[in-house]
């Protein structure tokens, strides 16, 4: 009886810790609403490190869960780290492990539901799923060293390697890739929004333009490649089968998540 009664327990222990850890990943990975201005963006999931640097880079600190990102904060994640941060119009960004980017500007209006977003990706990969705003001006844009992909609504990624070439490739919805030079000279909240043109005629395979002025349109299963010295290959499309990673699917497991 003594025998039977050890093993009830020790079952009961382990049930009840199994309980208590299913619990608390599901608790680490819940959604909490919070409460934020339209020039804030609050980190709704956290795996791993990540330091946040502010704007006049004097002071540094660890990224916590909740924590709410503002204009000029700089953020570099860590080895095996994932960050997702939500801005207040509900469009999301993440970025995976060993990714340095800065918050260039956050403005969204409550009221009138017009927003100009724009964040510097400096190295490293993001994932952006953008609310549409139907009717109204403002997008957000991402920006790097030799490109600037900017939208009203869509789910699109970015890599930005050490060598500084850039590749956008987008899932659903346009893009919007242009040159950097085109908006130089304008202060952060001033960056143009994106605005439409006509869409890259149709070509046979990857074809480098000049490092003169460029816009492109790019459309849903589509992706185009900014070489490191500012020459850019025309957009080609993509399968989803050949470009399905872990990186990818689990983006796409939490945009199920939050619809």
Same mark, same amino acid.
Not at 27 to 52: H, N, Q, R
Not at 72 to 96: C, N, W
Not at 156 to 176: A, I, L, P, Q
């Given at each position: ?6 093993? $009830? ?16 990943? /599901? ?17 709704? $999931?956290?795996?791993? &490190? ?9 002071? /540094? ?26 801005? +207040?119009?509900? &469009? ?27 964040? #510097? ?19 957000? /844009? ?38 950097? &030079?085109?908006?130089?000279? !304008? ?50 499309? $993509? &399968? +989803? ?7 990818? #699917?689990?983006? !796409? ?7």
């Amino acid at each position: 009886m003594y025998r039977i009664f050890r093993i $009830f327990t020790a079952t009961f222990f382990v049930l009840l810790m199994l309980s208590l850890c299913t619990g608390m990943v /599901s608790a680490y990975d819940e959604v909490i609403p919070v409460e934020m201005e339209g020039d804030e963006a609050v980190v709704t $999931f956290l795996e791993g &490190s990540a330091v946040v640097c502010t704007e006049s880079g004097t002071t /540094s600190s660890p990224l916590i869960l909740h924590a709410k990102l503002q204009n000029g904060d700089k953020v570099t994640t860590g080895h095996e780290t994932r960050i997702e941060f939500t801005f +207040a119009d509900g &469009s999301l960004l993440r970025f995976d492990e060993e990714t340095i980017f800065e918050i260039i500007n956050i403005n969204y209006s409550m009221e009138t539901k017009e927003r100009d977003i724009n964040v #510097r990706m400096v190295l490293g990969r993001t994932w952006a799923n953008v609310c549409s705003v139907v009717g109204k001006k403002g997008g957000l /844009s991402l920006h790097a060293k030799n490109a600037v992909a900017g939208v009203r609504g869509t789910v699109y990624r970015m890599n930005v390697t050490k060598d500084n070439s850039t590749v956008v490739k987008v899932y659903s919805g346009e893009v919007t890739v242009q040159k950097p &030079s085109q908006i130089a000279g !304008q202060t952060p909240s001033k960056v143009e929004s994106p605005h439409p043109v006509p869409g890259p005629h149709p070509v046979p395979g990857p074809k480098k333009v000049s490092m003169e002025e460029w816009t492109y349109i790019v459309r849903a299963m589509q992706q185009i490649v900014i070489n490191p010295d500012g020459t850019i290959e025309e957009p080609t499309t $993509f &399968s +989803a089968q050949a470009d399905s990673n872990e990186w990818v #699917r689990w983006n !796409q497991k939490r945009d199920r998540k939050n619809r």
